[in-house]
T-cell receptor
Framework: DADVTQTPRNRITKTGKRIMLECSQT?????MYWYRQDPGLGLRLIYY???????NKGEISDGYSVSRQAQAKFSLSLESAIPNQTALYFC??????????????FGEGSRLTVL | DAKTTQPPSMDCAEGRAANLPCNHS???????VYWYRQIHSQGPQYIIH???NNETNEMASLIITEDRKSSTLILPHATLRDTAVYYC??????????????FGSGTRLSIRP
């Protein structure tokens, strides 16, 4: 089983619909992240959380919200989806960085298409 | 977080060493250099990281210049499976670091047979 699990893996929806992407992890990490990737581009940070109840905006948070329900769960919501939110979404976790840690562990991605 | 600059694409012959450069001229003293790669549309995979000294693991070697303004990731014997987008990132270390992790556009490495 994957250490970082994203659901759903693929989703097609219509403009205006509310969508939730879920992420759960079994790594015991404090820190969790949501990234978005568009074709041919790198990853852009949407939101991140360093602990339960801690939520921080990333580069492109407009149109998105998140919830950190527990240490192991971090959900991304699109309240009213629009076509330019069509993208590949990745959840990631990391331990608190130390002298030799801090690497990110990624889920397998959730492909969202908004028609 | 400091910005990094990487060439958009490179290619390398199978079996040869692949050397991927990264410029990070504004890196600060407590920032580490991390490398990740992304194969097709999979989640990025950690490769290696370092602060000042050169580092080597089973996947690659990382060479950081003395002034720390640039680094090179070396894949010693590239294979077709190394075809991927490679990302160079700088971020703070330390247990109290609150730095977020920002990815750039990376370098698309193509390994030719």
């Amino acid at each position: 089983d994957a250490d970082v699990t994203q659901t759903p893996r693929n989703r097609i929806t219509k403009t205006g619909k509310r969508i939730m992407l879920e992420c759960s992890q079994t790594k015991g990490h404090d820190r969790m992240y949501w990234y978005r990737q568009d074709p041919g581009l790198g990853l852009r940070l949407i939101y991140y959380s360093f602990d339960v109840k801690d939520i921080n905006k990333g580069e492109i948070s407009d149109g998105y919200s998140v919830s950190r329900q527990a240490q192991a769960k971090f959900s991304l919501s699109l309240e009213s989806a629009i076509p330019n939110q069509t993208a590949l979404y990745f959840c990631a976790t990391s331990p608190r960085p130390g002298a030799n840690t801090g690497e990110l562990f990624f889920g397998e991605g959730s492909r969202l298409t908004v028609l | 977080d400091a910005k990094t600059t990487q060439p958009p694409s490179m290619d390398c012959a199978e079996g040869r060493a692949a050397n991927l450069p990264c410029n990070h001229s504004t890196i600060s003293g407590n920032e580490y250099v991390y490398w990740y790669r992304q194969i097709h549309s999979q989640g990025p995979q950690y490769i290696i990281h370092g602060l000042k000294n050169n580092e080597t693991n089973e996947m690659a070697s990382l060479i950081i210049t003395e002034d720390r303004k640039s680094s090179t990731l070396i894949l010693p014997h590239a294979t077709l499976r190394d075809t991927a987008v490679y990302y160079c990132i700088v971020r703070e270390g330390g247990a109290s670091s609150a730095s977020k992790i920002i990815f750039g556009s990376g370098t698309r490495l193509s390994i030719r047979p």
